[in-house]
């Protein structure tokens, strides 16, 4: 029997998950919110974390493994969902990746050369003055349902990589003029901004399968939970007669278990963090940890 305990720090959340042999035994999560029209505006909240995970790994006599924040949530979606071999699209506020595995990596096939999906959605939203409560994606998801006019926007795939900057450029800039003018809602907007965003999404992920062989799609990640990019991947995998697995909100944004999840998996291949070696870094990319728990 292996119980981990799973510490999770992002820009605005804080999660403690408890996994034991599989099972998600506890995964409490809090959010802070701004005011609209602001970002998350919290200092060093990996740090702090891998403080109290130190901390602790010392108090108890504990080993400490360190986790890739996106292998985490590629674990966790495999452990919820029972993918087996996906392709696996990561959309969150930091990242946009079309990953796979092979040869003990997960492997990166497309991303961002710019800014992630999520980081896209929410800078709109303080266009907009879109609240944060529970979060600026969210209420961009319920304010597109309304929408019934698709505004042209740019969609720029380059071979198997996306960028959103220019998307987002063009839209706050014409926001305002184009609302003052009557030509369309707010709830246009979201609305337009979504399918334009997805499409590209789904567009890419549908060409990592196929250079694969894939039968299988599972979406991590908070933008994740997003249920009509969900839809508009179902579409695509039912057309291609694959599978699309996707969790909802408690799995997909940042959580304590999915670190849990990870550090479980790690633990059980012989993996072991040094204090010494225990530092932290926002630039330690998917494809460079050795995936040693798979075939």
């Not at 974390?49 to 006599?61: G, K, Y």
């Not at 080993?63 to 590629?74: K, S």
């Not at 994606?137 to 960028?163: C, F, H, W």
Request: some cysteine; hydrophobic content about 40%.
């Amino acid at each position: 029997m292996t119980i981990v305990i799973g510490f999770e720090g992002s820009a605005n959340k804080i999660g403690v998950g408890i996994i034991k042999d599989g099972l998600v035994l506890s995964n409490p999560r809090r959010t802070y919110i701004t005011p609209p029209g602001q970002g998350p505006g919290m200092g060093a909240p990996l740090v702090c974390v891998a403080i109290v995970a130190r901390t602790l790994s010392q108090l108890w006599n504990k080993p400490l493994l360190g986790v890739n924040h996106c292998i985490g949530h590629i674990e966790m979606g495999r452990l919820i969902t029972g993918a087996t071999n996906p392709t696996v699209l990561y959309v969150s506020g930091g990242n946009t990746q079309v990953i796979s595995y092979s040869e003990r990596r997960y492997r990166i096939f497309g991303e961002t050369i710019d800014i992630a999906v999520g980081n896209c959605l929410d800078r709109f939203a303080r266009v907009l003055k879109i609240s944060n409560d529970p979060s600026p994606g969210y209420n961009i998801e319920q304010m597109a349902k309304r929408g019934m006019k698709l505004v042209d926007l740019p969609y720029t795939v380059k071979g198997m990589d996306v960028s959103f900057s220019g998307i987002l450029s063009y839209i706050e800039e014409a926001a305002h003029r184009i609302l003052a003018a009557g030509d369309c809602t707010p709830e246009d907007l979201c609305f337009s901004l979504q399918e334009t965003l997805f499409a590209m999404l789904v567009e890419t992920t549908e060409r990592a399968m196929a250079h694969c062989g894939s039968e299988e799609v599972l979406i991590v990640g908070g933008v994740g939970c997003n249920l009509r990019l969900q839809k508009m991947m179902a579409v695509m995998c039912e057309e291609r007669d694959a599978k699309l697995f996707a969790t909802d909100e408690r799995f997909c944004i940042d959580n304590g278990a999915m670190i849990a999840q990870a550090g479980w998996e790690m633990f059980r291949a012989g993996h072991v963090t040094a204090l010494q070696d225990s530092w932290i870094t926002q630039r330690y990319r998917t494809d460079e940890v050795e995936v040693t728990w798979r075939d």
